[in-house]
């Protein structure tokens, strides 16, 4: 009864939710990571438990959600089987108003990218404190790195003006390591104005593998928030 009384926990529902209600029978869909998300998967196994989708197949983005989907009973694919992705539905740490993002709280973003990337409508789910005027206002950029290039990788990008500082785990010692078994170096930008071209010289630097600036990729925010103590979803479309 906790999660009635939360409205925060109720919002994240609602817009994870929302999202799975945009599935339809016969999909492929990219089965994004984090706590939204993670409604999301719930409410798609809850509607193929009940007959309301039907053959449809989920590529996973992470260890996360893959054990989630195996959890709530929603078949899985990979891309060597498949030649589309209907839909990807995702969470971000930050949204801009040109719908560009910021992802890798969770350090998933290069599988991520991959898998929101090449669908056909990538549907983002986040709270509305994830809206920012200016991608970096309130999370750093996360870079996924080969643990042999940490050093000058590292010297790169504080040469590009940034403050980067390698991820620790929590509650471990040592740094996170992800799913790709590679590290992630957390960056602050002070002046990330051009997210498109600091997407590709990231990307250029040897050792980096992928970095968590999505530019030019969303379809459409779905967006949580409390009006009047109740939860709401706002929809927000990519400018055509």
């Known amino acids: 009864m906790t999660t009635e009384q939360?409205?925060?926990k109720l919002m994240k529902q609602q817009v994870g939710f929302a999202a799975a209600d945009r599935v339809?029978?016969?999909m492929i869909v990219g089965l994004g990571t984090g706590s939204?998300?993670?409604y999301t998967i719930q409410a798609l196994g809850d509607r193929i438990k009940s007959g309301q989708l039907q053959d449809i197949k989920g590529v996973p983005t992470s260890f996360q959600s893959e054990?989630?989907?195996k959890q709530y009973g929603v078949p899985l694919t990979t891309l060597d089987e498949i030649d589309r992705i209907d839909v990807a539905i995702d969470g971000a740490?930050?949204?801009d108003p040109q719908l560009n993002l910021i992802k890798g709280g969770g350090a998933a973003h290069t599988r991520e990218k991959v898998v929101d990337c090449l669908a056909a409508q990538f549907i983002v789910v986040v709270d509305s404190s994830k809206m920012v005027d200016k991608l970096g206002s309130t999370f750093r950029v996360p870079i996924e790195v080969i643990p042999m290039a940490i050093a000058p990788v590292t010297r790169a990008i504080e040469k590009l003006g940034g403050k980067p500082?390698?991820?620790m785990g929590i509650r471990k010692a040592g740094p996170v390591i992800t799913d790709q078994g590679n590290?992630?170096?957390d960056v602050q930008f002070d002046n990330l104005d051009n997210p498109v071209e600091l997407e590709k010289t990231l990307n250029n630097i040897p050792g980096v593998l992928e970095n968590g600036l999505f530019v030019n990729c969303t379809d459409l925010v779905l967006v949580g928030e409390i009006k009047d103590g109740k939860p709401v979803v706002r929809e927000i479309f990519k400018q055509s």
């Open 6 to 8: 939360d409205p925060v």
């Open 183 to 185: 590290m992630v170096i």
């Open 36 to 38: 939204t998300t993670a």
């Open 67 to 69: 054990v989630l989907a």
């Open 93 to 95: 740490d930050e949204v």
């Open 165 to 167: 500082e390698l991820r």
């Open 24 to 26: 339809q029978s016969g």
